[in-house]
């Protein structure tokens, strides 16, 4: 069974950083895109950052220049480096993988809070 374990979420003050991680076992299929969509209160769930077992990047305009996606393969592992944070990026964030022959898996989801 497919377990998506995140951390590094918290409280942060305005133009603080926080690094996401989370970590992926349990699936004998390969990871295509891994990456973070976030959803803040009364919001949809939205993309953050997504990157491709190739390294391939994409980001939400709101996050560029401040958020980095990484991923080492490896350990199955994808990071979210977040820099500049600003109140606006109040949301839960989760971890995302799509897998080749399972689809999309989810993590139970991460709380970001930063305070202006």
Known sequence: ???L????GGLVQAGGSLRLSCAASGSMFSSTVMGWYRQ???KQRELVATIASIG???YADSVKGRFTV???NAKNTVYLQ???LKPEDTAVYYCYVFYDGL???WGQGT?????S
């Not at 709380?111 to 305070?115: D, K, M, R």
């Open 1 to 3: 069974q497919v377990q």
């Open 5 to 8: 374990v995140e951390s590094g």
């Open 40 to 42: 803040a209160p009364g």
């Open 56 to 58: 391939s990047t994409k």
């Open 70 to 72: 990484s991923r080492d």
């Open 82 to 84: 977040m820099n500049s």
């Open 103 to 105: 689809g999309p898996k």
């Open 111 to 115: 709380q970001v809070t930063v305070s």
